[in-house]
């Protein structure tokens, strides 16, 4: 019931309504207001007093939880060593991943200190997204049929408290970090006033959109991978167009090939675990941007991270010779200049091998020559994405990977085979 008139009951307050039975006089009932915001006493004839507990429960936290179709996916902070799993703890500025294009959904709970409810008590419970950030949720929360619980300080609890986007959310990869929603409730009538009563609100949500289920070796990607993967790949729709963001932004991230000069071992991995056979993506997310010396299976090791954290399906693509080795044509590793020959060790030494990532050729590691003649200059530098491994065409076509990597005389001797990629740690 309404608060009475001039008993200075606290706007936007409502009060759950009672019953009183029994027999006797009628008396008219009066209400006064405490000053404390919770109490009202009713007055019945001289000797008779009821005392009405008001209660305002106010939002405490959320949980991300899947949306229609269940698409909220694992995520998981390298930091803490501590997985999120749809329906996520309770932390109003924990983060979640959605699918790109689906409706958003969260598990709201409301609480009182003190108070508890003596009967459940229908609901309708909204969340008003910022303007701003409506485009990452799917537009504004609601559910119209949630229930205050009764003997309990939190007030929903359950599946009755889930609250879904009102329309889907971008079609694209993006993020947001700062997401604010306004959480309010309202009693209906005949049990209440109708009237929406705001109760607190999430600030700084943070959302990201990826394309779908990730994969191996990020089934449960790291909250670190994805705040750089859906940078780079911001408002990208495919696998491929992904993919080839995550190459781009490898090759121009300061890592420099090793070319022995600075370790004194040409072509050794960096974060490869020799006792384990895992990548040490750790120890990588750790050094990045530190110009640190890399090779091929590194940089095909981070594109499928990276990649497969958004929902791409990369492999790793080995390419060996039959003769054990091969000549290249003109390169240019990351963080070098043009080379045949990238290693120091003296005279011009081959690649024993050299790994990307598959299907078709995104390499991560080195651009190719895309002029006429790659064995020579002057050269016109392409990084290698969604390119054809060997087009088929006979003799030194230089129209496909193979043929612009490998010198033409050890061309025919190349081939590859796809790996899945290693596990992190």
């Known amino acids: 019931?309404?608060?009475?008139?001039?008993?200075?009951?606290?706007?936007?307050?409502?009060?759950?309504?009672?019953?009183?039975?029994?027999?006797?006089?009628?008396?008219?009932?009066?209400?006064?207001?405490?000053?404390?915001?919770?109490?009202?006493?009713?007055?019945?004839?001289?000797?008779?007093?009821?005392?009405?507990?008001?209660?305002?429960?106010?939002?405490?936290?959320?949980?991300?939880?899947?949306?229609?179709?269940?698409?909220?996916?694992?995520?998981?902070d390298r930091t803490d060593t501590w997985q999120r799993m749809p329906p996520y703890p309770a932390n109003?500025?924990?983060?979640?991943?959605?699918?790109?294009?689906?409706?958003?959904?969260?598990?709201?709970?409301?609480?009182?200190?003190?108070?508890?409810?003596?009967?459940?008590?229908?609901?309708?419970v909204r969340g008003d997204v910022h303007w701003l950030d409506e485009y990452i949720t799917g537009q504004d929360y609601g559910r119209d049929s949630a229930s205050f619980q009764s003997g309990s300080s939190y007030m929903i609890s359950g599946a009755g408290a889930a609250v879904y986007s009102e329309a889907t959310t971008v079609p694209y990869i993006d993020y947001d970090?700062?997401?604010?929603?306004?959480?309010?409730?309202?009693?209906?009538?005949?049990?209440?006033?109708?009237?929406?009563?705001?109760?607190?609100?999430?600030?700084?949500?943070?959302?990201?959109?990826?394309?779908?289920?990730?994969?191996?070796?990020?089934?449960?990607?790291?909250?670190?991978?994805?705040?750089?993967?859906?940078?780079?790949?911001?408002?990208e729709t495919t696998q491929q167009?992904?993919?080839?963001?995550?190459?781009?932004?490898?090759?121009?991230?300061?890592?420099?090939?090793?070319?022995?000069?600075?370790?004194?071992?040409?072509?050794?991995?960096?974060?490869?675990d020799f006792s384990t056979g895992c990548f040490k993506l750790t120890d990588c997310l750790q050094e990045w941007g530190d110009a640190s010396n890399v090779n091929c299976w590194d940089c095909a090791q981070m594109l499928s991270v990276f990649s497969n954290a958004l929902g791409a399906d990369l492999q790793m693509y080995y390419i060996t010779?039959?003769?054990?080795?091969?000549?290249?044509?003109?390169?240019?590793?990351?963080?070098?200049?043009?080379?045949?020959?990238?290693?120091?060790?003296?005279?011009?030494?081959?690649?024993?091998?050299h790994w990307t990532g598959w299907p078709q050729i995104f390499d991560a590691c080195l651009q190719v020559d895309n002029d006429l003649d790659p064995t020579c200059s002057p050269h016109s530098g392409v990084l290698p994405q969604n390119m054809a491994f060997d087009a088929g065409t006979p003799g030194a076509a230089f129209?496909?990977?193979?043929?612009?990597?490998?010198?033409?005389?050890?061309?025919?001797?190349?081939s590859g085979t796809t790996q899945p990629p290693a596990s992190v740690q």
């Open 1 to 76: 019931m309404a608060a009475p008139e001039d008993a200075g009951w606290p706007p936007n307050r409502p009060m759950w309504d009672g019953l009183a039975t029994g027999t006797g006089e009628e008396k008219t009932v009066t209400f006064d207001f405490h000053g404390d915001g919770y109490e009202l006493t009713a007055i019945c004839g001289n000797t008779k007093t009821v005392t009405i507990d008001a209660m305002r429960p106010e939002f405490v936290s959320l949980h991300f939880i899947s949306g229609e179709g269940g698409e909220a996916y694992h995520i998981h």
């Open 92 to 124: 109003v500025n924990d983060p979640a991943c959605f699918k790109m294009g689906c409706k958003t959904a969260v598990e709201v709970q409301f609480w009182h200190p003190t108070k508890t409810l003596t009967f459940a008590t229908p609901v309708e």
């Open 177 to 235: 970090h700062n997401t604010d929603i306004s959480w309010r409730y309202q009693v209906k009538s005949p049990q209440g006033t109708d009237e929406w009563v705001d109760t607190g609100s999430s600030n700084n949500l943070v959302y990201y959109i990826i394309l779908e289920q990730p994969r191996a070796p990020m089934t449960a990607p790291w909250v670190e991978v994805l705040e750089m993967a859906t940078e780079w790949a911001q408002q």
């Open 241 to 272: 167009g992904a993919a080839g963001k995550v190459t781009e932004a490898i090759y121009c991230s300061g890592l420099e090939y090793n070319t022995g000069e600075d370790t004194g071992q040409p072509g050794r991995p960096r974060y490869y």
């Open 321 to 353: 010779s039959t003769a054990g080795f091969f000549y290249l044509n003109y390169i240019r590793p990351l963080g070098r200049g043009w080379t045949n020959d990238p290693f120091v060790a003296g005279g011009r030494d081959p690649f024993s091998c």
């Open 399 to 414: 129209d496909d990977y193979r043929g612009r990597l490998v010198d033409p005389l050890d061309e025919n001797a190349v």
